[in-house]
């Protein structure tokens, strides 16, 4: 019972807790390979990305909206920041797809709060109108730098060793953005608004303010990560991205975030999306077949989303 | 008690929602230090006449003055800036939040580090704890969760913050219901401590034997009409309850009634 509460109140412990487990295990089959620093150097490489998107997507959860978009923002912003450097140079391609994918977020944001119809589905739109741009765009084929320069070498290149500078960004963000949601009015208001829009409603808070600047961050963190993906490979296919809504809706729900909002933490997501590549290339290095990739993490998933809600009714005795 | 300024008047108030009359021309007061009975049975308008009041809904026609000024609050922020507090019927607070957060919410208290502003939370639970303690809340400590609490400590946060934001109303709807016995007692009591102190209430109710034991005066809806308002010295529980089921005040009893004969004095 203690434990439970203590689970409670630090959702991130169930996540810390599987990841230690998922390690042993795949070390354990994988004959050591696993917990070799070149399988860490590389993971931690997608877990940077992927961890991105899933801080601005547990930022959506917790204020009680979705967004399925980001994996198409961060598909777009990538593609864009490809095809624009060459013409315009990296620093103006970065923010000129940085800022598409913000408008993509606050497009979300005005029709779900206009019209009322749930993010579900307008995000559901969102994501397939982008893929759409993106096919129409590529052709289908996949678009590489023609040339290198600082920018990208900043967000997606070596630090030696195998490792990349984008996991300190994603150390960075995972940082400023559990500040911002735990120490600042903004993320008490988020809090708030997925909690109980009505009392925040009557408390004075802007709700419809709070989910549009929620949909902004987070589309502008998957546009982000999509750019440091096109900067880590150079190239950006016009396939990238279209698994990484859902993974990075699994990992935030496996890092103690709720489903129905008001509750998770930043930092518990950032574990989720080091969980799901770990499994990833873990059953691939215990010679597992690839295919059982998306069914095992289908079976944690859920497993996770149920130990959130039991773990948390507990904790908070009802 | 009519004597002195009305807190709160709010004078020919209508408010349509598309063919549904659900306030027409009702006019409102409250005075300082009095606890006011806002009744009717449901779909009555009492809950329309208050979020017309705390700026939820913009009402189609009717003025509202507030401390003598005349005001249009066009948010819940603004008017509880202004200084009234509502405490709502699932008792105002978030459940997955702890309790110094909610006591603060929407007036969370900051400090500045360079050009950023930063929760306040060491002072903010300080503050908080300061007032859990005065309100009867002991044994809990601000950073629990507010899904733990009961009925009757939650009321007690909310009468808490009232008073700690010094509030000029404090406007509870429903306060009573879905609370045991005990904690009914214990938010009537909290009622007669805000009167005690001068602050005046306005308590929305359907029970009028809660309503009865605190309040001064009794302004009674009916299908978005006023039915009566009554001074409780002219009245017995039992008068109101018969106004409120037959839809409009008895003969007997419209010489007691404080508007009409507000009107027939003006006429007269």
């Given amino acids: 019972m203690n434990f439970i509460r203590t689970m409670g109140k630090r959702p991130e412990l169930g996540v810390l807790i599987s990841l230690g487990v998922v390690w042993l295990a795949f070390v354990f089959l994988s004959g050591g390979k696993f917990a070799g620093l070149g399988n860490i150097a590389a993971l931690l490489a997608q877990s940077a990305e992927l961890g991105i998107v899933t801080v601005g997507v547990a930022f959506t959860l917790i204020c009680g909206e979705i967004d399925l978009s980001v994996g198409s923002v961060y598909g777009l912003s990538g593609l864009l920041f490809v095809l624009l450097s060459s013409k315009l140079g990296s620093v103006p391609a970065f923010l000129i797809a940085l800022g598409i994918a913000c408008l993509a977020g606050l497009i979300n944001g005005l029709v779900t709060v206009r019209t009322m119809v749930p993010s579900l589905i307008v995000t559901l739109g969102m994501s397939m109108f982008l893929r759409g741009l993106i096919y129409f765009t590529t052709g289908g084929f996949t678009r590489t730098f023609t040339e290198m320069d600082f920018l990208i070498d900043a967000l997606g290149g070596q630090l030696g060793g195998g490792f990349y500078i984008s996991v300190v960004w994603f150390l960075l963000i995972v940082g400023i953005f559990t500040v911002i949601l735990r120490m600042t009015r903004y993320g008490n208001f988020v809090m708030a608004v997925g909690g109980n829009k009505e009392v925040a409603k009557a408390m004075g808070i802007e709700v419809d303010q709070v989910k549009l600047i929620t949909f902004v961050l987070c589309a502008g963190l998957a546009g982000l990560a999509g750019m440091i993906s096109a900067s880590r490979f150079h190239s950006v296919a016009a396939t990238t991205g279209t698994t990484t809504a859902l993974e990075a809706i699994a990992a935030a729900v496996m890092g103690g975030c709720l489903v129905t909002g008001g509750y998770g933490t930043i930092p518990g997501a950032a574990l989720g999306a080091v969980l799901i590549p770990a499994v990833g290339a873990g059953l691939v290095m215990s010679g597992a077949p690839a295919y059982w990739y998306q069914a095992f993490i289908g079976v944690v998933l859920v497993g996770a989303a149920v130990l959130n809600l039991v773990v948390h009714r507990r904790a908070v005795g009802q | ?268």
């Fill in chain 2, 1 to 268: 008690m009519s004597s002195g300024q009305p807190l709160v008047k709010m004078i020919n108030i209508s408010k349509k929602f598309g063919e549904v009359q659900a306030l027409k021309r009702v006019s409102f007061e409250v005075y300082p230090g009095e606890v006011v009975g806002l009744l009717g049975d449901n779909g009555a308008g009492k809950s329309t006449l208050i979020k017309v009041l705390t700026g939820l809904y913009r009402p189609d026609e009717g003025e509202i003055h507030f401390e003598g000024r005349r005001v249009c609050f066009s948010s819940p922020r603004e008017s509880r800036d202004a200084g009234i507090e509502t405490v709502y019927q699932g008792l105002g607070l978030v459940d997955l939040m702890t309790i110094s957060r909610n006591f603060f919410l929407g007036r969370e208290l900051t400090r500045k580090v360079g050009p950023l502003r930063f929760l306040d939370m060491k002072r903010m639970n300080q503050e908080c704890e300061k007032v859990l303690h005065q309100i009867g809340v002991r044994r809990r400590s601000p950073d629990t969760v507010t899904a733990v609490l009961s009925g009757g400590e939650r009321q007690s946060i909310n009468i808490g913050r009232a008073m700690y934001f010094e509030a000029k109303l404090v406007i509870m709807d429903e306060p009573t219901n879905a609370l045991s016995v005990r904690e009914t007692e214990m938010v009537l009591e909290f009622i007669q401590r805000l009167k005690e102190h001068g602050l005046p209430v306005v308590f929305i109710t359907h029970n009028i034997y809660h309503v009865y034991q605190v309040a001064d005066r009794f302004t009674i809806l009916d299908r978005g009409e006023k039915t009566g308002d009554f001074a409780k010295k002219d009245v017995s529980a039992e008068d109101i309850i018969e106004v409120i089921r037959l839809g409009c005040c008895p003969e007997r009893l419209q010489h007691k009634r404080r508007d009409i004969a507000a009107v027939q004095t003006v006429l007269a």
